[in-house]
């Protein structure tokens, strides 16, 4: 059928279904097996559903008690092969090494745990030591490379991007809130995108909510929306009748 369902903690961001409807529609023994699995967690199951995906598929989601609850862009750039690199005054952008990647995932941490209110809001919310095991647990198995935003000696804006197969997939990017507004996720942004183009990568993809102030940023960059995807729930627990 396509698609990978992930559980990490409990409560963890990563916990989800995603890819569905690109390789056939799932029948309902495997959605039964899916749903299980996450019930014998005491999880509930969230499914992110891409609209290019088969359209049968959030029929049977519905029909199965999902619920739609919010929705997230996937928004992507043709790189050439050069991009330029852009540093407002007083702050510099640096790829981050091990010595301190505390103090990157602090920042990250913190971005994630006070998230800018512009355009259409989260449907989640997580505690802060939680994104922090999540953001761990993706850097050390992805392969990402780090890059930290600096103000005199403090790390104030982190982001990370995986290259692979000549896509580059811009993730984990946040900024400290009181440096925010002053062009740090811009010069994170850019210098991914000079690095990407550097390494051969000819896209570049970025997810971000709706009417964000982190699609305004990717899309003065030039990025496209490529698809939406709907985000379905269906609460489960282990006494639920599946």
Not at 180 to 192: C, I, P, S
Request: proline share 4%.
């Amino acid at each position: 059928m396509g698609g990978v369902a992930s559980f990490a903690e409990d409560d963890s961001p990563l916990n989800k279904v995603a890819g569905l409807g690109f390789g056939g529609t799932p029948d309902d023994g495997l959605l039964d097996e899916i749903e299980r699995a996450f019930a014998e967690r005491g999880a509930s199951v969230q499914v992110e559903l891409a609209h290019l995906g088969d359209p049968h598929i959030a029929a049977r989601l519905t029909e199965r008690g999902y619920r739609l609850t919010s929705f997230e862009n996937v928004l992507g750039l043709s790189l050439s092969s050069e991009h330029p690199r852009f540093e407002p005054e007083g702050i510099t952008v640096r790829t981050s090494g091990d010595e301190e990647f505390e103090q990157w995932l602090d920042v990250i941490a913190d971005g994630f745990a006070h998230p800018d209110t512009q355009g259409v809001a989260s449907h989640e919310e997580f505690p802060r030591e939680v994104i922090a095991a999540a953001v761990r647990d993706l850097v050390s198995a992805a392969g990402v490379r780090r890059y930290s935003a600096v103000c005199e000696g403090t790390v104030v804006g982190g982001a990370s991007v995986r290259m692979t197969h000549g896509i580059a997939q811009l993730t984990g990017a946040a900024t400290a809130p009181s440096h925010r507004r002053r062009g740090v996720q811009t010069a994170l942004l850019a210098a991914r995108l000079a690095d990407a183009a550097a390494a051969g990568c000819d896209l570049a993809v970025v997810t971000t909510q709706p009417g964000s102030k982190s699609q305004q940023n990717v899309q003065r960059q030039g990025f496209h929306l490529l698809y939406t995807r709907a985000v379905l729930v269906k609460q489960t627990g282990v006494t639920d009748r599946l």
